[in-house]
């Protein structure tokens, strides 16, 4: 559980801080003259913040679920990283809840950053 607990926390913040990355490059290039009122420090600090407490609930979230199932059979996974779905795979009991939860929350960190990064390279191109 552990090592879920830490595959899903950093793969989620990654996303954010990339997505965190973009705003700053938008900044930067379509209002460089507000780029240190836009991106003062306490800022960055907010958007870091956000990006760890993001990943840090999302995380807790899905290794919670997990902790709820029973697994009966086989113990091993045949798979480098200890992932959710092959997690799923060996429970005994259902796993509807885990999976409506993989579901919102996977949709929600793949939609929002994905989006977020395709607007503002698109402003950028667009002021370029």
Do not use: W
């Given at each position: 559980?552990?090592?879920?607990?830490?595959?899903?926390?950093?793969?989620?913040?990654?996303?954010?801080?990339?997505?965190?990355?973009?705003?700053?490059?938008?900044?930067?290039?379509?209002?460089?003259?507000?780029?240190?009122?836009?991106?003062?420090?306490?800022?960055?600090?907010?958007?870091?913040?956000?990006?760890?407490?993001?990943?840090?609930?999302?995380?807790?979230?899905?290794?919670?679920?997990?902790?709820?199932?029973?697994?009966?059979?086989?113990?091993?996974i045949n798979?480098?990283?200890?992932?959710?779905?092959?997690?799923?795979?060996?429970?005994?009991?259902?796993?509807?809840?885990?999976?409506?939860?993989?579901?919102?929350?996977?949709?929600i960190n793949?939609?929002?950053?994905?989006?977020?990064?395709?607007?503002?390279?698109?402003?950028?191109?667009?002021?370029?």
């Amino acid at each position: 559980m552990t090592q879920l607990y830490f595959l899903c926390f950093f793969a989620i913040s990654e996303a954010y801080v990339l997505t965190s990355m973009a705003y700053d490059r938008y900044v930067a290039i379509c209002n460089p003259l507000l780029y240190n009122v836009a991106m003062s420090p306490k800022v960055c600090s907010i958007l870091v913040l956000g990006s760890y407490l993001m990943a840090f609930l999302d995380a807790t979230a899905h290794t919670g679920c997990m902790l709820r199932l029973t697994f009966c059979d086989a113990n091993t996974i045949n798979h480098y990283l200890c992932d959710i779905f092959p997690l799923l795979q060996l429970s005994c009991t259902s796993t509807y809840v885990n999976e409506l939860v993989v579901f919102i929350l996977e949709g929600i960190n793949i939609i929002v950053p994905t989006v977020t990064i395709f607007v503002s390279y698109g402003f950028i191109l667009s002021s370029i």
